[in-house]
């Protein structure tokens, strides 16, 4: 069975500081895994995925994520946050059967 | 260009209506969904089509029935609407090929009363 944790509902930062939002996932098969961002009232917007070609995957926004197997996560990083960052992160894990299953979600705060 | 389109945006409604939520995507994909996402911002799926043929149904009740009258449209059609079915509902698309990239629309926000 496939599942993913989102470690901490809620993470607040301060503006300009290092964002680290957690994901951890089981998958009996090699995982495809992505970050979703959703701004409030709007739909899901894709920030990155890890196709197992390259372990340290940028997306778009300054986010990048490391697949690491040994630990079976994928968490999302940000050197230095902005206001606009803030918003609901959801990691979620795709197999070979067209579905997605999500974690429940991180809401990040972003803090002046 | 909106890649993936909901309408309504907001639905109203009593308790015991029938609605209908259209979703329509112009990205060329073959593959649809519908997801329900809960008042704890919880996503699950609900429906998936491939090519206008049902390939995932998940444990919801039948008062729910998806329709896809070609593979960009995919349709959601709640019969004798609950209080639970309180959410917002989500159509997304993909390719199959493209990893399950699923580009999602802006939701539709479903309150019954």
């Known amino acids: 069975a496939q599942s993913v944790t989102q470690l901490g509902s809620h993470v607040s930062v301060s503006e300009g500081a290092l964002v680290l939002l957690r994901c951890n996932y089981s998958?009996?098969?090699?995982?495809?895994l992505f970050w979703y961002v959703q701004y409030p009232n709007q739909g899901l917007q894709l920030l990155l995925k890890y196709t197992s070609a390259a372990t340290l995957v940028k997306g778009i926004n300054g986010f990048e994520a490391e697949f690491k197997k040994s630990e079976t996560s994928f968490h999302l990083t940000k050197p230095s946050a902005h206001m606009s960052d803030a918003a609901e992160y959801f990691c979620a894990l795709g197999g070979s059967n067209y579905k997605l299953t999500f974690g429940k979600g991180t809401l990040l705060t972003v803090n002046p | 260009d909106t890649a993936v389109s909901q309408t309504p945006k907001y639905l109203v409604t009593q308790m015991g209506n029938d609605k209908s939520i259209k979703c329509e995507q112009n990205l060329g994909h073959d593959t649809m969904y519908w997801y329900k996402q809960d008042s704890k911002k919880f996503l699950k799926i609900m429906f998936s089509y491939n090519n206008k043929e049902l390939i995932i149904n998940e444990t919801v009740p039948n008062r729910f029935s998806p329709k896809s009258p070609d593979k960009a449209h995919l349709n959601l059609h709640i019969n004798s609407l609950e209080l639970g079915d309180s959410a917002v509902y989500f159509c997304?698309?993909?390719?199959?090929?493209?990893?399950?990239?699923?580009?999602f629309g802006p939701g539709t926000r479903l309150l019954v009363l």
């Open positions: 997304a698309s993909s390719q199959p090929g493209q990893v399950e990239t699923q580009y």
């Open positions: 998958s009996s098969v090699p995982p495809y």
